[in-house]
């Protein structure tokens, strides 16, 4: 396959690339990530909308839980782009449980669903730290969790994608799915915020 790279070795090289400029002080994360934000500045909000959907519709969120692939289908939107498809699981916190995300090989995430991947997401330190310690690495992006609570750490692949299902916000009964949505952030979904 002359010619041809895998999505894993495309990430690894953008993720060299774009340490390079920073190194050259030519630009830093922070101004990469705007830059990208501002580019596709509506991919987050497809997440949020499967989670506020989960969040009114039980039914659904059973859904989404049990068959990721078919659920997400439900409201248009597919893990299958590009040559393989891949599979798509949704976790969910609880009370006693926290779900965090990352992919230790280089930054397998769902784009189509979370926007671009932030650069901390992708560097070696947070790939590295979340899975030996993930209660400091949470703390340190201010979520600090009861010491009860289990932290489960999923890696992704370039066969598979997760996102967390956050708990909903305390008082939020009386609000519609969009007002819901808007409330959930792209941190949220990776499990590095509460929602």
Not at 81 to 97: A, D, L, M
Not at 127 to 152: H, K, N, Q, S, W
Request: hydrophobic fraction near 40%.
């Amino acid at each position: 396959m002359s010619g041809q790279h895998t999505n894993s070795e495309i990430a690894v090289r953008v993720r060299r690339l774009e340490e390079r400029l920073i190194g050259a002080g030519l630009t830093s994360d922070d101004e990469l990530d705007a830059i990208i934000g501002q580019v596709t500045s509506g991919s987050p909000a497809n997440g949020a909308r499967v989670v506020a959907r989960a969040w009114v519709d039980p039914g659904y969120r059973e859904r989404l839980l049990a068959d990721g692939n078919a659920a997400l289908a439900e409201l248009g939107f597919s893990m299958s782009t590009g040559p393989q498809p891949q599979r798509f699981t949704v976790v969910e916190n609880t009370p006693t449980r926290h779900n965090v995300l990352v992919c230790t090989l280089c930054s397998c995430y769902p784009i189509a669903l979370l926007g671009p991947s932030p650069s901390w997401y992708k560097s070696e330190a947070y790939r590295a730290r979340v899975v030996r310690e993930p209660r400091a690495v949470l703390a340190e992006f201010g979520l600090e969790l009861p010491a009860d609570t289990e932290i489960v750490v999923h890696d992704t692949s370039a066969e598979s994608r997760h996102m967390v299902l956050p708990m909903r916000p305390a008082g939020t009964e009386g609000l519609s799915e969009e007002e819901l949505a808007r409330l959930v952030t792209r941190e949220g979904l990776i499990g590095t915020a509460a929602v």
